[in-house]
């Protein structure tokens, strides 16, 4: 019935204690501030401003907003696709309020989104729906969680969901033999360039994110 319905969040996901998200948005900061400065970036500019000469500010371009978080069940109070089901599986229910420490370990950027890549363990993945890949076409033989993310900012007019797909489109290249080009050495780990303005920087050490897993309502 319809106060069922309600009592369903808006999503589902591993919200980041706020001691790590700073340290989550510096590092993302810094990277974009490197980034657009590298001439291998300068030289691919067109997939972000679709002139060649103009210049991109990536600090400016990408916009922020609410608090990080990972999600793993977008339930759109009820009306997404399998809602009900996930908040039944018990797991969600046991595991509900409890603190994890998520792994960040790439960071990827696109002309549409900024986000962290999570790499979700064993005990993580039960919190995973099963259909998240199996909803993009190209992705479908991914393994399970590989579209688990941190959304970090949006360019102006895109919607957050679009950031996991960006991944799972990276991530589907890479299935499919595509290397992508290595870039360069940053301080931060090794950069790699996949065409059509998909930069994925590997983390040299993935970043330690405590995170409560909760749900949202707006
Ligand atoms: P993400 O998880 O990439 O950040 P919105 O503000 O657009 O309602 O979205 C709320 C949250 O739910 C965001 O975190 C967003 O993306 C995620 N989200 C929105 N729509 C979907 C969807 N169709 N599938 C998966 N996640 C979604």
Redesign the pocket.
Known sequence: GPIEEMSLP??F?WFLLSSVQDKVRCTSMDFLKTLDTLEAFKKHLIDFTGKAEKEVDLEQYFQA??TL???T??C?YGK?EGAKEYAQIPAVNDLYGSVFELSLSALFVTPR?V?ARVSLTEEQLVLWPAD?EK?VESAASLPLGSRA???LGCAEGV??????LDLLDILALQQGGQQGELVEEMELGSLTYYGEGRWLLSLREPICAPACFSS?Y?
Request: hydrophobic share 25%; glycine share 14%; with cysteine.
């Open positions: 808006l999503y996901g907003k609410g978080h990972c999600t069940k977008f759109d997404a989104t986000g998240a909803e993310h941190v959304t919607e957050p969901v679009q950031t996991g949202f707006e």
